[in-house]
């Protein structure tokens, strides 16, 4: 396989995940509700943070984490390095 068509195949690869992540990321926003969640108390002041966003960080998160798998099993591919096949 060229160069090229391996650089393709990562590019879609990453779209897919980075399509897939965002996706997942707004379900979960739209179905946990914004008045749930959980309260950090801290000395001076406290904080309140939703389930909904922790679902969408969590998602995007993911998606990143992915796309730097892929990019390192890429790379590592690239520079001879057969046992991640």
Known sequence: MTILAQSVQLAFRI??????GILLAVAVRALLPDQMGITLYGR?????????RMGFWTCILAALVVTVLIVFRAMAADIGWDTLR
Request: no cysteine; hydrophobic share 65%; net charge neutral.
């Open 44 to 52: 001076q002041s406290t904080l309140f943070v939703p389930f909904s």
């Open 15 to 20: 779209a897919i995940v980075w399509a897939a």
